[in-house]
């Protein structure tokens, strides 16, 4: 059974940089991809960014391309999500995903991912 645990949320301010840290453990294959999303109060669970592990290849959601990077460690078998230039809408729960199974170009998809952490918060103050 594959588990996740994140860490690295806090508050900050607008314009503040954050790195959140995933680390995977148990399961016997590395995963296909793993994932960050997020969930603002009172909203849906949303795409924020995913890597290719072997490949290394990253995906992003269009509202943070240019401010967050994902990025992997295999050897610590950890993911990073380095948040740069933070805006109040980043404010959320950031939850860690992985799929160990092929899913194609399917990254972006929630119901993709059966392994989730329980999320760390992050918020931003104007």
């Known amino acids: 059974q594959v588990q996740l645990v994140e860490s690295g949320g806090g508050s900050v301010q607008a314009g503040d940089s954050l790195r959140l840290s995933c680390q995977a453990s148990?399961?016997?294959?590395?995963?296909?991809?793993m994932a960050w999303f997020r969930q603002a109060s009172g909203k849906e669970r949303d795409f924020v960014a995913a890597i290719n592990w072997m490949r290394g290849s990253t995906y992003y959601a269009d509202s943070v391309t240019g401010r967050f990077t994902i990025s992997r460690d295999n050897a610590k078998n950890t993911v990073y999500l380095q948040m740069n230039s933070l805006k109040p809408e980043d404010a959320a729960i950031y939850y860690c995903?992985?799929?160990?199974?092929?899913?194609?170009?399917?990254?972006?998809?929630?119901?993709?991912?059966?392994?989730w952490g329980q999320g760390t918060q992050v918020t931003v103050s104007s």
């Open positions: 995903a992985s799929v160990l199974n092929y899913i194609g170009s399917q990254y972006r998809k929630i119901d993709q991912y059966p392994y």
């Open positions: 148990g399961g016997t294959v590395s995963a296909y991809a």
